[in-house]
T-cell receptor
Framework: DAKTTQPPSMDCAEGRAANLPCNHS???????VYWYRQIHSQGPQYIIH???NNETNEMASLIITEDRKSSTLILPHATLRDTAVYYC????????????FGTGTSLTVIP | EAQVTQNPRYLITVTGKKLTVTCSQN?????MSWYRQDPGLGLRQIYY???????DKGDVPEGYKVSRKEKRNFPLILESPSPNQTSLYFC??????????????FGPGTRLTVL
């Protein structure tokens, strides 16, 4: 099943764009890429998802490479409240019902 | 308000004393799941359920049981807790069996300590 690799931590200046990378080189053709975030020890919160086209919503943008082996989550104007752990996830290959969260990227937004 | 609730939020217990962590959702979701979160290991899926009476193992099912007798409830049972089950537990639900793009909604978490 496809797993993901993310840098363990990143910093971003407040007001600047935060670009969080994710590698998912073993992703299969019908698997979606999801992004969640977790603030402190709260339950993870959904951000965005995509298959192969770039996606944008009110929270973020998702850029998926053409070969789908990697993606980038973009927070266009990071605020202090965006400080959190960000998880990149792909669906389970066989059933689509398993989720592999990994350890995520701890983003710190600096004033 | 649409939500996933878990009880208790905090629990300290002793080795071998059976316990149940309840999870309930009010969104009529088919899919429910349990995760544990440990430092350095991230979130790992314990069990999931695609619908009533349908459950399946996740990555770390050992030492846990679940049941899905009603659509809204998905309790996590530790028959004989051990200290290595000390963790932060999350329940989640989504409106499909997982084959579509529906997202998961998470509960607030249950912090369990087994002495």
């Amino acid at each position: 099943d496809a797993k993901t690799t993310q840098p363990p931590s990143m910093d971003c200046a407040e007001g600047r764009a935060a670009n969080l990378p994710c590698n998912h080189s073993t992703i299969s053709g019908n698997e979606y890429v999801y992004w969640y975030r977790q603030i402190h020890s709260q339950g993870p919160q959904y951000i965005i998802h995509g298959l192969k086209n770039n996606e944008t919503n009110e929270m973020a943008s998702l850029i998926i490479t053409e070969d789908r082996k990697s993606s980038t989550l973009i927070l266009p104007h990071a605020t202090l409240r965006d400080t959190a752990v960000y998880y990149c996830i792909v669906r389970g290959r066989i059933t689509g019902n398993q989720f592999y969260f990994g350890t995520g990227t701890s983003l710190t937004v600096i004033p | 308000e649409a939500q996933v609730t878990q009880n208790p939020r905090y629990l300290i217990t002793v080795t071998g004393k059976k316990l149940t962590v309840t999870c309930s959702q009010n969104m009529n979701h088919e899919y429910m799941s349990w995760y544990r979160q440990d430092p350095g290991l991230g979130l790992r899926q314990i069990y999931y359920s695609m619908n009533v009476e349908v459950t399946d193992k996740g990555d770390v099912p050992e030492g846990y049981k679940v049941s899905r007798k009603e659509k809204r409830n998905f309790p996590l049972i530790l028959e004989s807790p051990s200290p290595n089950q000390t963790s932060l537990y999350f329940c989640a639900s989504s409106s499909s069996s997982g084959r579509t793009t529906d997202t998961q909604y998470f509960g607030p978490g249950t912090r369990l300590t087994v002495l």
